[in-house]
């Protein structure tokens, strides 16, 4: 079936520097993608998303980039801040090819990020 | 902003109990999601509601049902709870539009354990 992982399960990066999550995907029907942050005991929230005919999106310190041609998908985030600190998830819409996906998302296992002060 | 509220924040349940999971919305939302999430394994989509009465069942729909009576509520529905449905329960909402998917806002989560 199709499927939503990551690469790196961890990530560990001291306060100020530019951190990196990458994502892999493996339907190429897919045309939405996500990002959620979830911090310990909240649900995930809402941090970017981007359509497929978009290669990049830029948000406040966050940045989406997406890359069809490998089916690879990151989250770039600026200055990162111990506040980042949480579990990232990216997800792509799950509709069968030419069905309705009725705003299903497949979410990968999700990146632990660390950021040391 | 959306809110999503799931009644209870932790819940602790025997074998053999049937339980209920309530969530609301407040944004008028169609889409209504249930989903389990379990470590290592992510969120995982149990039953999902585009319309009031209206139910599709997800990847996991075994051991669960859910109910939408009205539109701003989507209950899920444990009918003989067992160990292996301990796990964190999260509710999600979203809009419908033409133009496809929309972000799906989440409740806070409900932590179940069954004993």
């Known amino acids: 079936g199709e499927s939503v992982g990551l690469h790196l399960p961890t990530l560990s990066v001291q306060e100020g520097d530019n951190s990196i999550i990458n994502c892999a995907y493996s339907?190429?029907?897919?045309?939405?993608f996500i990002w959620y942050k979830q911090e310990s005991g909240k649900g995930p929230q809402f941090i970017i998303d981007?359509?497929?005919?978009?290669d990049k999106r830029q948000g406040q310190r966050v940045t989406v980039l997406l890359n069809k041609t490998v089916k690879h998908l990151s989250l770039q985030i600026a200055a990162t801040q111990p506040g980042d600190s949480a579990v990232y998830f990216c997800?792509?819409?799950?509709?069968?090819?030419?069905?309705?996906?009725?705003?299903?998302?497949?979410f990968g296992q999700g990146t632990i990020l660390t950021v040391h002060p | 902003d959306v809110k999503v509220t799931q009644s209870s924040r932790y819940l602790v349940k025997r074998t053999g109990e049937k339980v209920f999971l309530e969530c609301v919305q407040d944004?008028?939302?169609?889409?209504m999601f249930w989903y389990r999430q379990d470590p290592g394994l992510g969120l995982r989509l149990i039953y999902f509601?585009?319309?009031?009465?209206?139910?599709e069942k997800g990847d996991i729909p075994e051991g669960y049902s859910v109910s939408r009576e009205k539109k701003e509520r989507f209950s899920l529905i444990l009918e003989s709870a067992s160990t292996n449905q301990t796990s964190m329960y999260l509710c999600?909402?979203?809009?419908?539009?033409?133009?496809?998917?929309?972000?799906?806002?989440f409740g806070s989560g409900t932590q179940l354990s069954v004993l």
């Open positions: 999600a909402s979203s809009l419908l539009r033409g133009t496809g998917v929309e972000k799906l806002f």
């Open positions: 339907n190429s029907a897919s045309d939405y």
């Open positions: 981007i359509r497929s005919n978009m």
């Open positions: 997800a792509e819409n799950s509709a069968p090819h030419g069905g309705t996906s009725y705003g299903k998302l497949t």
């Open positions: 944004m008028d939302h169609e889409n």
């Open positions: 509601s585009y319309d009031v009465k209206m139910k």
